[in-house]
């Protein structure tokens, strides 16, 4: 099976903001590549958004999210922002606009019909924080770090806030935001912020054992499951029980949980049809 080079430089992925790399076994590779910032301007987040819109319809079965460089997102084009303000209206239109954006993009990941797994090498900071929290799986190198320094600058980080508070403990997250220190990779493994710290030189690799792994299962499956896993994470416990059970029971009923139980007892692999 084919391997991922790790690509170090821009000129070697050349300049397109969001890299596309499809891999074997319907695994799809997005890679932010605008280092040094990687930052998420109103291009890669357009391109984003493309790439996660046509994954949802083509054979992709597992998103890997990474970015080429040392530092894997500063979270929103500061420029773009300041550049806003030149506005009438002070960049009221243009902010609103663009956390409307922003704030598209986060659900469109969790909501997204295939796991998505960010692969965070270097500082994830403030949106760029956002965007490992919103992911399904988080794998990060030893080199990895986390922060929501809005309060830095004068701007609490409210948005990166919903996605980090539904991934940490209110304190560790409120630690996060109001102190806007960068927090260590082990750190966001003790948090639950992310699930898993691995050497740089086996990022890649360690992820994509987890990706081919989730790939080998039915998509149609793993669809339900993670709808389901967001819907009922908010709700009641009575409540969350009975939407669990009411998917389960449809779950129950569709082809490949069949063929699924059927190759289990008759000790073969299954053959999934993905219905």
Known sequence: MAEIVNIKTAEAMGDAPVVVQLLEGGITRLVLNHPPANALSDQVIADLM???ER???DDTRVIILAANGHLFCAGHDLKEVTAAREAE???RAYFTDLMVRCSELMQAIVNHRCPIIAEVNGLATAAGAQLV???DLAIASEDAAFC???VHIGLFCSTPMVALSRNVH???AMEMLLTGEAITPSHAREIGLINRVVPVDYLQKITLQYARNIAKKSSHTLKMGKQAFYQQADMPLAEAYA?????MVENMLVADAKEGIGAFLESRDPEWTDG
Do not use: N, Q
């Open 50 to 52: 493309t790439a996660l």
């Open 55 to 57: 994954a949802e319809g």
């Open 89 to 91: 209206d002070g960049g």
């Open 133 to 135: 929290a919103s992911c």
């Open 148 to 150: 929501t320094p809005g």
């Open 170 to 172: 209110r304190k560790h």
């Open 243 to 247: 939407h669990a059970a009411e998917v």
